[in-house]
């Protein structure tokens, strides 16, 4: 009669058919462990010694102790009981069940000296939502409970969907910001936010510890990322952490969010800022780099850190012997990706009673302007057909204009002294040549003068002025 009253408890509970039975069984055991403990205590004189020694047992850890998610569902939640010894000793323990029956006595022979650990466990098995608890009760060489381990199932029906084994979920965690400095009065002074990032759109459950304390919990759906926060309102100066505690489907834990509050009714008297960031973009390679003005109003060991685009790139110090001021440099740092599209630089300081920061924004990149050169004007050959015409030979010019990068180049010829019409243009990529000619000198059988070729784009460069004399040959 007994077991079916159990049965029914143990089905209420949630269990499974499997641990139900083992629930029966250890029940119907336990009389006839207890009962043969009871005669072994009586028989043994050693018995009264042995229950002096000093037993401990830590309570039960369930390996997913707050489940949700598809089921059936294996639960394993394990102890470590420790006993010490001076000889040899047997150790009686059993498991406690929430609903109220006991599992099978187990016993394990132990003997040597000092203290020794036995790790134990027990796997549960739930097809149905379920809360409860598991303890362990150590009968021998010493009666000792530990204290309940608590549980949870809550069972999805969630088809062809994810389940726990198949979502992958993160978090990460930060203060904003992470120090406060100032009077405590009522009103967050410092933000803590949580980024969760999940692998596919799924209903999370969270929760903030603050210093080993709950402070806030609960549930978002989350189709990539998703922010979640809570503001702390101190009332008195402190300092410790806060991490991001993802309790389903899956279970995950964030970094440690540090803080610092130093609650002060006045400001303090020595204070450090910055001012006067400046940024620089480096098109040759595509970096950035800046500069600022740390100050201090009384003797200081400051921090600084260096951001861009809110992710910081470099931390140094600076000592202050009194009131003064220096540069702090940023030197230049090559961008890639979206940065390259312009951005921002921060700088953030860090003194004994405060901090302080500036933000500057930066230019986009831009491709590296186009160097132009032009080689000196060379006679590429004479035209001596004008020379019939009682004129000197014609002249046919050439030069070659070169550049680092493509661009178009605008030019003209300079003849004598002249500019020549019309103003010229080429695509240049690398080098090209180009030419130019002129007519021969009427009522002479010699042409002579000075030739230069100019860029005026997108650079101003000149091949200077090369003279040049070209004579018609003698007639036959």
């Excluded at 964030?254 to 609650?263: D, G, H, I």
């Excluded at 000619?437 to 000149?462: K, M, R």
Aim: aromatic residues 6%; positive net charge; glycine residues 10%.
């Amino acid at each position: 009669m007994k077991s079916v009253v159990l049965a029914r408890k143990a089905a209420a509970f949630g269990a499974s058919t499997a641990v139900l039975a083992a629930m029966v069984t250890g029940l119907m055991a336990t009389s006839a462990q207890a009962a043969t403990t009871t005669s072994a205590a009586k028989a043994t004189p050693a018995t009264a010694a042995k229950a002096k020694t000093r037993v401990s047992v830590s309570t039960p850890k369930a390996s997913s102790g707050d489940y949700q998610g598809s089921c059936p569902v294996d639960v394993k939640l394990s102890s470590t009981i420790k006993v010490k010894l001076s000889g040899k000793t047997e150790l009686a323990y059993r498991w406690l069940h929430g609903d109220g029956s006991k599992g099978k006595v187990k016993v394990v022979k132990l003997k040597g000296h000092g203290t020794k650990s036995i790790k134990v466990s027990e796997t549960l098995s739930f097809k149905d939502d379920v809360k409860g608890w598991e303890a362990i009760q150590v009968l021998g060489p010493r009666k000792v409970t530990s204290k309940k381990g608590y549980f949870s199932v809550s069972c999805v029906d969630i088809g062809n969907s994810h389940n726990d084994k198949d979502v992958s979920i993160s978090a990460r965690a930060w203060a904003d910001p992470d120090s406060y400095v100032g009077p405590c009065t009522p009103g967050d002074k410092i933000d803590f936010v949580g980024l969760i990032k999940t692998d596919q759109p799924t209903w999370v459950r969270y929760r903030w510890v603050l210093n080993g304390d709950v402070v806030d919990y609960g549930r978002v759906k989350v189709w990539n990322t998703r922010k979640v926060a809570f503001g702390l309102s101190p009332r008195h100066s402190q300092r410790g952490s806060a991490v991001l505690e993802i309790l389903g489907p899956d279970r995950t834990v964030s970094n440690r969010a540090y803080y610092k509050v130093w609650c002060k009714s006045e400001a303090p008297s020595d204070r450090v800022s910055v001012s006067n960031l400046v940024t620089g973009t480096n098109n040759d390679g595509c970096k950035v780099g800046a500069h600022a003005t740390l100050s201090s109003t009384g003797p200081a060991r400051v921090r600084w850190v260096w951001s861009v685009n809110g992710d910081s790139v470099l931390r140094g110090e600076s000592v202050f012997r009194d009131r003064g001021s220096e540069t702090i440099d940023l030197p230049d740092r090559v961008l890639t990706g979206d940065a390259t599209k312009g951005g921002k630089v921060t700088l953030t300081v860090f003194g004994p009673n405060n901090s302080d920061s500036i933000t500057q924004s930066y230019a986009a990149c831009e491709a590296p302007k186009p160097n132009v050169t032009v080689s000196s004007v060379a006679v590429a050959g004479q035209r001596n057909d004008m020379c019939a015409d009682k004129r000197g030979p014609g002249v046919d010019f050439k030069a070659t204009i070169s550049s680092s990068a493509p661009t178009t180049v605008k030019y003209y010829w300079v003849v004598n002294g002249k500019r020549e019409m019309p103003d010229l243009e080429r695509q240049v990529n690398g080098s090209v040549d180009v030419t130019w000619g002129i007519g021969g000198t009427h009522g002479a059988s010699e042409t002579t003068g000075s030739v230069q070729l100019v860029v005026f784009s997108p650079d101003n460069v000149s091949s200077g002025a090369t003279t040049f004399a070209v004579t018609c040959p003698p007639k036959a």
